[in-house]
T-cell receptor, first 113, second 120 residues
């Protein structure tokens, strides 16, 4: 079945450091890929998405490229801020399988000032 | 973006009682809503898919008699935790898709703010 694997956390970085959170997926069809962010005490917000191979999603300085050949959707940001501290979830939805959104386990990110 | 409102945000109940959680899409219609459960420091586990006007589809291992889902209208789905026990304490999150955005696969899912259930 479909699944999402992302790097274990927590990830602790200093402000202005470069961020990469790895995400790989398994899907039988042609899924859409997402990154969601959950700030402390809040629900989930869509951070960015990509719906086909080689698409790049971007938002708030974050980027992720849909790589079909490596089944990956790694999240990157060139210079993180303290306000980026949150839990980040990689997710996919596959229209060939009920279009449910399947999440990775989440990666907690701590940014130190 | 579209708004999904979940109520209540927090609830404490006694063991053996039932609790109802509401999920409303405020400015769009959602034929399908999803209910998730989030365990501490873990991912969101999809519990069930709620379909307007029909029975919910439950994921493997989720007790349908314990977690009752009703999707009575295009803007409201409810999750009732029946005969709650301390092990049901968790963070429950609903999600809905805006059917008005064209191709289904291109629509993002909007999430409620979650409900923290504590069973004592």
């Amino acid at each position: 079945g479909n699944s999402v694997t992302q790097m274990e956390g927590p990830v602790t970085l200093s402000e202005e450091a470069f961020l990469t959170i790895n995400c790989t997926y398994t899907a039988t069809g042609y899924p859409s890929l997402f990154w969601y962010v959950q700030y402390p005490g809040e629900g989930l917000q869509l951070l960015l998405k990509a719906t086909k191979a080689d698409d790049k999603g971007s938002n708030k300085g974050f980027e992720a490229t849909y790589r079909k050949e490596t089944t990956s959707f790694h999240l990157e940001k060139g210079s993180v801020q303290v306000s980026d501290s949150a839990v980040y979830f990689c997710a996919l939805s596959d229209p060939g399988r009920d279009d449910k959104i399947i999440f990775g386990k989440g990666t907690r990110l701590h940014i130190l000032p | 973006g579209a708004v999904v409102s979940q109520h209540p945000s927090r609830v404490i109940c006694k063991s053996g009682t039932s609790v109802k959680i509401e999920c409303r899409s405020l400015d769009f219609q959602a034929t399908t809503m999803f209910w998730y459960r989030q365990f501490p420091k873990k991912s969101l586990m999809l519990m069930a898919t709620s379909n307007e006007g029909s029975k919910a589809t439950y994921e493997q291992g989720v007790e349908k008699d314990k977690f009752l889902i009703n999707h009575a209208s295009l803007t409201l789905s409810t999750l009732t935790v029946t005969s709650a026990h301390p092990e049901d304490s968790s963070f429950y999150i609903c999600s809905a898709r805006d059917m008005g955005q064209g191709l289904y696969r291109n629509t993002e899912a909007f999430f409620g703010q979650g409900t923290r259930l504590t069973v004592v």
